[in-house]
């Protein structure tokens, strides 16, 4: 998998298909989308015109999807999948994540009140990875994972799981270094995926906090954009690649989509990884509070388990 890849939540439709065909003219290889972000068919569109232009063969991309909360039942999960690859137009997936840990009953989007969840005693996580499994049995996908999952609940998910995860997608930055999940996950072999690496500013009013800080605006990580003469949100995508870690900025402007591109290019210093490494301070912009709604059986601190 190509550690860089394009982010796809947020992004218009009316705006992704050009921003698909651009990032694959610059060289994006790996895109990262999800049926909730509502914006697959489109997404489709651009792929397959893509190829059929002769940009790309299907073989060089790497496409990820993932599975949303309101299908987690063992013989749900093969009907979104398939709708997933329809919309695509793809004939399968590299990976396809479990999106996050919580269960909403049938054909819930976003959840109105408590009513509309299943806990994971109704629903557990390990019933919905057999599913998963038997996805990369069907050659409907070539790899599994998860998504916003804590050290705790890969462990029990490991116990047993007949394929590993070779997946976890996490909120990762200077903010959120994450290193106690990143040493776990690199000690079971699991790779890990960077969501909103640039703090996710275009995200909806309603689920912000106030006073967020800015990580494009930082002071640290503008005196090192200063010192290799580009921009913030480059220093934090090579932030992510120099861990290793992958990493998938959303954009859909075609100059910062060749900026993004770019920061592979670029080498930290020891010092400016020192400097970057003094800036975690367990800061996340996706608190998951949407989940913890009275009734909902979900707790903040219990989705992330202390982590
Ligand atoms: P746009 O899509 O207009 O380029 P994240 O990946 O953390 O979710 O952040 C995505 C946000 O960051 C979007 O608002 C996106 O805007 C913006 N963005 C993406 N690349 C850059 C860049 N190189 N410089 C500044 N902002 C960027």
């Known amino acids: 998998m190509p550690l860089l890849g394009l982010g796809t939540w947020k992004s218009d439709t009316g705006e992704i298909y050009e921003a698909i065909r651009e990032s694959i003219r610059i060289g994006f290889r790996h895109i990262d989308c999800a049926a909730i972000y509502a914006n697959e068919k489109e997404i489709g569109q651009a792929l397959h015109d893509a190829v059929e232009e002769g940009d790309v063969t299907r073989e060089e991309l790497w496409i990820t999807s993932k599975l949303w909360n309101n299908s987690h039942k063992k013989e749900q999960v093969m009907l979104p999948l398939q709708k997933t690859l329809n919309d695509l137009q793809l004939d399968y997936l590299d990976l396809y994540l479990i999106h996050w840990p919580v269960v909403l009953k049938e054909g819930i989007g976003f959840p109105a009140s408590g009513a509309d969840f299943y806990t994971l005693d109704d629903v557990p996580t390990v019933e919905t990875w057999q599913a998963m499994e038997a996805c990369v049995d069907a050659q409907k996908t070539r790899h599994i994972g998860v998504s916003n999952f804590s050290i705790k609940k890969i462990d029990t998910l490991l116990q047993t799981a007949r394929i590993a995860p070779e997946m976890n997608q996490v909120e990762m930055h200077p903010l959120l270094a994450q290193n106690k999940l990143v040493a776990y996950c690199q000690s079971q072999g699991i790779p890990l995926t960077a969501y909103s690496p640039l703090g996710s500013p275009d995200r909806a009013a309603i689920i912000k ?12 990580i503008k005196e090192i954009a200063n010192t290799h003469g580009c921009s913030t949100a480059q220093i934090l995508i ?8 992958s990493v998938i900025p959303k954009s859909v402007n075609s100059g910062r989509l060749r900026q993004n591109y770019d920061a592979q290019n670029i080498s930290l210093t020891r010092e400016d990884k020192e400097r970057i490494s003094s800036m975690d301070r367990h800061y996340r912009y996706v608190v998951g509070a949407f989940w913890a ?10 989705l992330w388990d202390g982590l």
């Open 209 to 220: 906090q106030e006073n967020e800080p800015s990580l494009l605006e930082h002071p640290v």
């Open 238 to 245: 090579a932030w992510a690649m120099d861990r290793g870690i």
């Open 293 to 302: 709604m009275e009734g909902s059986g979900y707790t903040v601190e219990e």
